[in-house]
């Protein structure tokens, strides 16, 4: 599953090229690099499957996906697109928090191990205890993960202007106390 994900990670960094080519109506070559991409992964589906199993599958889609990317950033050389790297940035910014969650992976998995497990003799609290645990686990894991997206955010300066003023005008209709809603802006725009 690691290896799938990493292959559409990198698949999402197309993602504006092939937005802008849509625009562009050249859907020619959308259609050319995806049927390809379909071809490659069709054939590596074919060899690897039988000798590795799921792994092999991950991999071909991964290669595949991989391959579609590069074949989309060679057609934005072609067709002379220019995409501005800031667009880039929050993708970055995912990346490495994922990178981040993975290298704290293995401290959760012995924290979830650690929970009490089912046995036929639980009472209901123990039960209801267990689910209630595993639930604060996943919500710190989302948080820890929110919060890292955040930090790498910042410390890229990905955010600007118009970014701040959306999220602080969200705060703003939640009812959120105006001294938050301006050290939040503060904190967001520190750099500008």
Known sequence: MILYSLG???????????CVLTGMKRLDIIVKVILLNVVVNTILNWFLIP????????????????LMTALFFLAK?????????????PLL?????LLAIYAIKP????????LPHASTSESLFTDIFRKLSKAFVLGFLCLASACTYLMFLLLMKALHKDDVNI?????????????LVSFTGRILLRDE
Not at 51 to 66: D, K, P, Q
Not at 77 to 89: E, F, G, H, N
């Open 8 to 18: 559409l990670f990198v698949s999402v960094y197309a993602s504006p090229i092939y």
């Open 51 to 66: 000798i590795y199993g799921i792994n092999g599958a991950a991999f071909s889609s991964a290669f595949s996906n991989i």
């Open 77 to 89: 050389d072609m067709t002379y697109l220019k995409v501005p790297r800031d667009i880039y940035k």
């Open 93 to 97: 910014a995912g990346f490495l928090a």
């Open 107 to 114: 401290m959760l998995v012995d924290l979830l191990y650690a």
């Open 167 to 179: 999220v602080t005008g969200g705060m703003r209709r939640l009812g959120v106390p105006e001294r």
